[in-house]
């Protein structure tokens, strides 16, 4: 892995904050797609409840990008919640917007740092969505040009509201998990702790994605040693879940401070090796350049079949989940089972 390094910020985003992917094997010939990917991280430290102050900063990291010595990249992928930050409780109704306004504005922010003919480039980015009332943790995957497209919206399943954490009080559960083709490659969405669920990336992964966009917002906890305990966690899960299911794991992290609690960004790409290309400080802005080979899925899915296994007993492993779900009784923890 290539260390990223600080660098001085502009418009209070760090753009050197980079590192190239590194890879241990020969990537394949390409084949109908497109087989490399650029991608940028961006670690986002959002203006708490103003919308119209984040569109504005967003636009600061698309001109950013346009003049980065590396070129523009395919991805950009923002935290979760970055159009308002995480923690708006009962304010979410305030800053919550329709997904489609929200591509029309990022669309707009991109035409003013880039030019109204800019080449396209994709967009993945965390927001609270509201759908005709019904108010969502969401994130979006779009594509930004002259004819903007909206690819998905993957709505959080797993809201956690235990500890800092209230999500269930102030929005509602998404219901799918879903991949989707995109001009690279096959990929999917999981926001923050949908990604802390085995369950939720091996269904991403069943469902054919090659690459599995994570962002998230994550308060730091465990501060006892010389990083807090949920980077370590975060990198172990992610470790683990790539090398499991032969994909790419891509992971950006909001930063900042919000009523006293801190994100740890630690933005960061695992490969399908369960290798760790490249990660971001866990502490401040930071845009985060790497590139990626689809080839090397189908490498490590050859190398460690685990995936293929998995579908070969797919039928049996269904059936045992159907029959824990019937005998379990509505709303019991597993403790109460028959």
Not at 51 to 71: M, P, S, T, W
Request: with cysteine; hydrophobic share 45%.
């Amino acid at each position: 892995m290539t260390a990223t390094k600080r660098a001085k910020t502009t418009n209070g985003v760090s753009r050197a904050q980079r590192a190239r992917s590194t890879r241990t094997r020969d990537a394949r010939p390409a084949t109908t797609q497109r087989q490399t990917v650029s991608l940028a991280l961006v670690q986002f430290a959002p203006r708490k409840g103003d919308v119209r102050a984040n569109f504005e900063r967003i636009e600061q990291v698309f001109a950013a990008l346009r003049h980065d010595k590396e070129g523009f990249p395919a991805v950009v992928v923002f935290p979760e919640a970055s159009l308002s930050g995480y923690f708006v409780e009962g304010g979410v109704a305030e800053v919550a917007l329709p997904a489609t306004t929200v591509l029309q504005r990022l669309n707009r922010a991109a035409s003013a740092a880039c030019g109204a003919n800019h080449e396209p480039f994709d967009v993945v980015l965390g927001f609270y969505e509201d759908d005709r009332g019904k108010l969502y943790n969401s994130a979006l995957y779009a594509t930004l040009s002259a004819t903007p497209a909206l690819r998905h919206v993957h709505r959080k399943l797993f809201l956690p509201t235990y500890g800092v954490f209230d999500e269930e009080r102030f929005v509602s559960r998404g219901r799918t998990i879903e991949a989707f083709e995109t001009r690279h490659g096959r990929v999917a969405i999981l926001i923050c702790e949908d990604a802390c669920h085995a369950v939720a990336v091996t269904i991403a992964a069943l469902r054919g994605a090659q690459i599995v966009y994570i962002p998230s917002a994550s308060p730091g906890r465990g501060l006892e040693d010389v990083e807090p305990a949920n980077v370590r966690m975060w990198r172990d899960i992610m470790r683990v879940a790539a090398a499991e299911h032969g994909i790419f794991m891509v992971y950006a992290g909001l930063v900042g401070f919000e009523g006293g609690k801190g994100f740890t960004g630690a933005s960061r790409l695992m490969g399908p090796f369960g290798d760790l290309r490249v990660e971001a400080p866990f502490d401040g802005a930071a845009i985060v350049r790497t590139t990626i080979s689809l080839a090397d899925v189908n490498i490590a899915r050859a190398a460690l079949p685990a995936l293929g296994d998995l579908e070969s007993n797919l039928s049996e492993i269904t059936a045992m989940f159907d029959k824990e779900v019937a005998n379990r009784p509505a709303g019991a923890p597993p403790s109460a089972r028959p």
